[in-house]
Antibody, heavy 121, light 113 residues
Framework: QVQLQESGPGLVKPSETLSLTCTVS????????WSWIRQPPGKGLEWIGY???????NYNPSLMSRVTISVDTSKNQFSLKLNSVTAADTAVYYC???????????????WGQGTLVTVYS | DIVMTQSPDSLAVSLGERATINCKSS????????????LAWYQQKPGQPPKLFIY???TRESGVPDRFSGSGSGTDFTLTISSLQAEDVAVYYC?????????FGQGTKLEIK
């Protein structure tokens, strides 16, 4: 069964860049879409964006100007960079697998455990 | 963006009784070319990631108990738990994957009465 594990700093200063990596095990990163979703403490889920294993991306317009998602198929990893962070970016960040075909992404099926990133000054 | 609105925000049901959670989308998530509703349901327990329970509006994920069922089409959907068990206490989210940006409902907190 595929497993996902987020890694990266748990504390980021305002105006700096949040960087997280998701390592995929138990399966290949190929032939799937891979996504980042976040959840502020005590709140709901916000989709950040996804990347196809080939490198094509789709971002939430609300974050598009600050987000970059990249993939490294040789390491079975994908990454998130969110720049110019503020306290509003404090959240649990989840990486996840998205089922789908070459032409269309479908539902999110597997999730990582999540990692809390706090923006503090 | 497609706005997903769940009702109620919280729900208390007695053990063994039926629980019903509703989800309404601001536009249809039914894809006409394949007649599929691009709607999923997730269960989230405290300190855990969401877990996929239902996709295509009514297809149960492998391992999900058959007391859980999804129904609906177009813009109105329902998650039903036929006989509530203690382990079903959680927050449930609906999610549309018809178009980006993907969006989620605000969540429904299910508790034992």
């Amino acid at each position: 069964q595929v497993q996902l594990q987020e890694s990266g700093p748990g504390l980021v200063k305002p105006s700096e860049t949040l960087s997280l990596t998701c390592t995929v095990s138990g399966g290949s990163i190929s032939s799937y879409y891979w996504s980042w979703i976040r959840q502020p403490p005590g709140k709901g889920l916000e989709w950040i964006g996804y990347i196809y294993y080939s490198g094509s991306t789709n971002y939430n317009p609300s974050l598009m100007s600050r987000v970059t998602i990249s993939v490294d198929t040789s390491k079975n990893q994908f990454s998130l960079k969110l720049n110019s962070v503020t306290a509003a970016d404090t959240a649990v960040y989840y990486c996840a697998r998205v089922s789908g075909s070459y032409t269309k992404a479908y539902n999110i099926d597997y999730w990582g455990q999540g990692t809390l990133v706090t923006v503090y000054s | 963006d497609i706005v997903m609105t769940q009702s109620p925000d919280s729900l208390a049901v007695s053990l063994g009784e039926r629980a019903t959670i509703n989800c309404k989308s601001s536009q249809s998530v039914l894809y006409s070319s394949n007649n599929k509703n691009y709607l999923a349901w997730y269960q989230q327990k405290p300190g855990q990631p969401p877990k996929l329970f239902i996709y295509w509006a009514s297809t149960r994920e492998s391992g999900v108990p058959d007391r859980f069922s999804g129904s609906g089409s177009g813009t109105d959907f329902t998650l039903t738990i036929s006989s509530l068990q203690a382990e079903d206490v959680a927050v449930y989210y609906c999610h549309q994957y018809y178009s980006t940006p993907y969006t989620f409902g605000q969540g429904t907190k299910l508790e034992i009465k």
